[in-house]
């Protein structure tokens, strides 16, 4: 069975470019940025397209970003577009609601997922469900971004109501970010503070300015034949023994992209959901439920955090958390060896 | 269905008493304008407020007069018409439930709402909203959650700041809500920013049950906003926003005739309020003795009026409910058709933007 890839159209700008060229080229070449660059460079380059765009959150201005990630922003666009707020979540998602319900197009940064909690009711309440509610009249161009909703499993509350949510994790974190910004829907997008700093490849493609990565799309970030991992982590251990993992990078909790799953699983019959899919007892439920079922050798086995908050000292921490060992042994388990 | 007509019938023939001049015949009978001395208003950090007197033209009568026509069936607002006295169509409006009256005044059609009502597919959010979400050109609801509102006004005052444009946000909240967190963290954000947000509280003296003097340590609302400046008049607000100064705050002292909801059985000081200080009866005994209206015109219109009425109340009852295929649709606002599943994963609707 096909496996279903992320296809990145060449903007057709590229392509006149390189025929208009006369003399000795190379292809742009792909640049190394981190997954901070990466967003960052997503808002800028938003933030100069439509100038309806604007960015608030705490620390966004004169600190940079509590993360650094709106770094050179203000300095770019001024206090009209970059703003900073007091410490009020529920205030300011509130006041980036209702921007974006008066035809404003908001980015409204969250320091983290805990602060955050605060607003629900407005991310939920005021944003999410204004669309259906109004039968098709108020729409709500907001994006909401934060770091650290993946870890905690947040996807779950935020997904129920019809909330579109994506995690990347990569360079890809531009191309969502623009989607996000573009899309006229509430978009809630969770950021990864560890992978802030890590580099990755940023292909020619993603280098323009209107490239950007559909939500709603999972992508086989490494094909395998025995077993489907929904998540991403090189299981090179298991590549020595000779089980090859198909690493299925959801990217979207919803709308989740269900069919590559299913179609992962269909070909590899076997399925460990990881903690960073965010929504591991969806993606079970789904597969269950459909074709995908008749064709499991084993149940899924779920690789989740401990049921507990998450405690200080960092032998607890440590295991609080998936290791890369507990992924080993739950496929293992599946594939029972 | 049957008592909630029956309580809009009863509600009307009231209304009957005080009919609407919205037929505007320039008769050379009646003046077009009067005079009036006001009271003056509480003030809270402003050295002046607005004149004592006030000149009342047929339009605004008219206007004051549409909305009492308007019944909630869940969240009744009769007592508290003049709140939507003076507020310009071009500004932008938001309040919470009960909202009926202001969504007529935006724009709206006593059938649309009407049927809304009644979960209808000729309602205004097409039988998906009801009472408390309903949406117009500059009116944003109607909300549910009570003060979630207040932050959601001062964007949309960001809004009309960052456009550029000479408009004002109307943000309307309870006595009820007054109480809540984030209403202080929208002053705080509104005045730092100095947006064009009038914060408008209708203390109507009554949460669901509980009397301001139960829920709130200070009942003086008007002046909460502490460096927002308060009064206890919308003319004088919007000028105060437009000129750039900042948000203004505003309470109106008002009463609610009915209970907060259809369950709720309403206290006995209602016969007191409703003979002395009812705005509908206020307002018409003035325009007859100023010879703005004769009690026969205003009766005319009250027969008008009442048509209208039982012709939306028809329609609300007669018009069939939504499909069931559109329990999908509208999910997402510019989105290509996808799959929602029902209450089993047989069950497949299909969602159009």
Known sequence: MAVVAVLVQRPLEQVSGLLRRRFLWTAPAALQVTVRKAISQGMDEELERDEKVFLLGEEVVQYDGAYKVSRGLWKKYGDKRIIDTPISEMGFAGIAVGAAMAGLWPICEFMTFSFSMQAIDQVINSAAKTYYMSGGLQSVPVVFREPNGASAGVAAQHSQFCLKVVSPWSSDAKGFIKSAIRDTNPVVVLENELMYGVPFELPSEAQSKDFLIPIGKAKIERQGTHVTIVAFKTCGPLLRKGIECEETNLQTIRPMDIETVEASVMKTNHLVPWKEAGHRAEICARIMEGPAFNFLDAPAVRVTGADVPMPYAKILEDNSVPQVKDIIFAIKKTLNI | ?353
């Not at chain 2, 310009?88 to 649309?112: C, K, M, Q, W």
């Not at chain 2, 960001?158 to 309307?172: R, S």
């Not at chain 2, 016969?271 to 703005?292: A, F």
Request: aromatic residues 8%.
């Open chain 2, 1 to 353: 269905m049957r008592k909630m007509l029956a309580a809009i019938s009863r509600v009307l023939s009231s209304v009957a008493q005080k009919p609407s001049s919205r037929v505007l015949v320039a008769s050379c009978h009646f003046a077009n304008d009067a005079t009036f001395e006001i009271k003056k208003c509480d003030l809270h950090w402003l050295e002046e407020g607005p004149p004592v007197t006030t000149v009342l033209t047929r339009r605004m009568a008219d206007q004051l007069y549409k909305q009492k026509i308007i019944r909630g069936f869940c969240h009744l607002w009769d007592g508290q018409e003049a709140c939507c006295a003076g507020i310009n169509p071009a500004d932008h409006l938001i309040t919470v439930y009960p909202a009926h009256g202001f969504t007529f005044t935006r724009g709206l059609s006593v059938r649309e709402i009407l049927a809304e009502l009644t979960g209808r597919r000729g309602g205004c959010a097409k039988g998906k909203g009801g009472s408390m979400h309903m949406y117009a050109k500059n009116f944003y609801g109607g909300n549910g959650i009570v003060g979630a509102q207040v932050p959601l006004g001062a964007g949309i005052a960001l809004a009309c700041k960052y456009n550029g444009k000479d408009e004002v946000c109307l943000t309307l909240y309870g006595d009820g809500a007054a109480n809540q967190g984030q209403i202080f963290e929208a002053y705080n954000t509104a005045a730092l920013c100095k947006l064009p947000c009038i914060f408008i509280c209708e203390n109507n003296r009554y949460g669901m049950g509980t009397s301001v003097e139960r829920a709130a340590a200070s009942t003086d609302y008007y002046k909460r906003g502490d460096f927002i400046p308060g009064l206890r008049a919308t003319k004088f607000a919007a000028a105060y926003c437009r000129s750039g100064k900042g948000p203004i705050l505003m309470e109106l002292q008002t009463y609610r005739y009915h209970g907060h909801s259809m369950s709720d059985p309403g206290v006995k000081e209602i016969q007191e309020v409703r003979s002395k200080s009812d705005p509908i009866r206020l307002l018409k005994d003035r325009m007859v003795n100023s010879n703005l209206a004769s009690v026969e015109e205003l009766k005319e219109t009250a027969v008008e009026v009442r048509k209208e009425i039982e012709d939306a109340a028809q329609f609300a009852t007669a018009d069939p409910e939504p499909p069931l295929e559109e329990l999908g649709y509208r999910i997402y606002c510019n989105d290509p058709p996808f799959e929602v599943r029902g209450a089993n994963q047989w069950i497949k609707l299909k969602s159009i933007s």
